[in-house]
């Protein structure tokens, strides 16, 4: 069974700090990994994805992979309470669709 | 640029009624899926779909029919809708016709069945 595990939070953090956002993931052989951010009410969109080993940055957002640990993060920096939301880590499983975790509830406190 | 619609957006029935929710593409993505979100279960894969008239079942598919005739429609049916069925759907498509690529989601159906 492939399994995404996150912590369900809530992760709360004060404006401008650092949120780091973390999965474990269950199948060694995945080569895709995705972050979601889900506002509440809303559908789930795309905001990050990884496929190789290292860092990957786009604006405030700081991909982190490491397959050798079955480890991937996510990094906001400078957070703004705009950032609130459930961020859903997400992996391909293979000859499956892809492999969600339950998501983390982040709050960014003003 | 439509992206990927669904509709109804919010549905109430009664329990042992055929409900059937709408999926449309713009995109001509070949995957399509189907998920289901419950507080405490996260997003749960009902059915997806490689192309048209190729469906395949995900992690939840007892009460559901989909099919897919048109690539940019998948269409998700609840035969006889339990109140277990209530829940949010999410239609998702997949970008270069690749199961394990990205996928964008529609703004989802709210689906109460009392």
């Known amino acids: 069974q492939k399994e995404v595990e996150q912590n369900s939070g809530p992760l709360s953090v004060p404006e401008g700090a650092i949120a780091s956002l973390n999965c474990t993931y269950s199948?060694?052989?995945?080569?895709?990994f995705f972050w979601y951010r889900q506002y509440s009410g809303k559908s789930p969109e795309l905001i990050m994805s990884?496929?190789?080993?290292g860092d990957k940055e786009d604006g405030r957002f700081t991909a982190q992979l490491n397959k050798a640990s079955q480890y991937v993060s996510l990094l906001i920096r400078d957070s703004q309470p705009s950032d609130s939301a459930t961020y859903l880590c997400?992996?391909?499983?293979?000859?499956?669709?892809?492999?969600f975790g339950k998501g983390t509830r982040l709050s960014v406190i003003a | 640029d439509a992206g990927i619609t669904q509709s109804p957006r919010y549905k109430i029935t009664e329990t042992g009624r055929q409900v059937t929710l709408m999926c449309h593409q713009t995109?001509?993505?070949?995957?399509m899926f189907w998920y289901r979100q419950d507080l405490g279960h996260g997003l749960r894969l009902i059915y997806y779909?490689?192309?048209?008239?190729?469906?395949d079942k995900g992690e939840v598919p007892d009460g559901y029919v989909v099919s897919r005739s048109k690539t940019e429609n998948f269409p998700l049916t609840l035969e006889s809708a339990t109140r277990s069925q209530t829940s949010v759907y999410f239609c998702?498509?997949?970008?270069?016709?690749?199961?394990?690529?990205?996928?964008?989601f529609g703004p989802g159906t709210r689906l109460t069945v009392l």
């Open positions: 998702a498509s997949s970008r270069v016709g690749q199961k394990n690529n990205e996928q964008f």
């Open positions: 199948d060694r052989g995945s080569q895709s």
């Open positions: 990884i496929y190789s080993n």
């Open positions: 997400a992996f391909e499983g293979g000859n499956t669709p892809l492999v």
């Open positions: 995109w001509s993505h070949s995957y």
């Open positions: 779909s490689a192309a048209a008239d190729i469906t």
